[in-house]
């Protein structure tokens, strides 16, 4: 199984959408609020269109639209945008199947070289230990940032109109 699979198998119990072995959008675009991805190959994505920009944009609309595009906000009006805000609980170690530990040593050495003092030293680091046979890991420093379209009854009514085009 290649790895973007077994890791969108492990983290995808998060809640947060399909987990991409690699974020970047391809063409480099920032992904905005009205965006419609689909998964790419080998754990990317890329934009099929923005539901929020003109029909006649050639970046947000790499394949053209449906016939008789309306964007989002000509057809239902002012939307109720939240964000950009943190996605709490996704900060630190996130991890399905793999087991992680902290270590911490030291030492204290009472030799002096050459006339120098004592010597010592402090380490520390960490370990992952699989528990079963695959399993993945999403390291955060901090939690991510997030921007979603509040209006969810009229995005749903505007999905169920468009969605045989």
Request: hydrophobic content about 30%.
């Given at each position: 199984?290649p790895?973007w699979?077994?890791?969108?198998d492990?983290?995808i ?7 991409l072995?690699d974020?970047?959008?391809?063409k ?22 923005n539901?929020?920009?003109?029909p ?5 609309q ?6 008789g ?10 939307l ?6 943190e ?20 030492g ?6 050459a006339?120098a ?7 520390g680091g960490?370990?992952?230990t699989?528990?079963?046979?695959s399993g993945a890991v999403?390291a955060?420093a ?7 379209i ?8 505007y999905?169920?109109r468009?969605?045989e085009?």
């Amino acid at each position: 199984m290649p790895p973007w699979t077994t890791y969108q198998d492990h983290l995808i119990d998060l809640g947060r959408g399909l987990p991409l072995w690699d974020p970047t959008p391809k063409k480099s675009l920032e992904i905005i609020e009205g965006s419609v991805l689909y998964p790419g190959i080998e754990g990317t994505f890329s934009v099929l269109f923005n539901t929020r920009k003109s029909p006649d944009d050639p970046q947000w609309q790499p394949h053209g639209v449906p016939n008789g595009f309306l964007t989002l906000d000509e057809e239902c009006g002012p939307l109720t945008i939240d964000g950009p805000r943190e996605v709490l609980g996704l900060s630190g170690w996130n991890c399905r199947g793999v087991e992680w530990t902290r270590e911490v040593s030291g030492g204290l050495s009472l030799g002096s070289p050459a006339g120098a003092g004592p010597t010592v030293s402090a380490g520390g680091g960490f370990k992952l230990t699989c528990k079963k046979t695959s399993g993945a890991v999403l390291a955060l420093a901090h939690d991510p940032i997030s921007t979603y379209i509040e209006s969810s009854a009229r995005i749903a009514s505007y999905m169920t109109r468009h969605h045989e085009s």
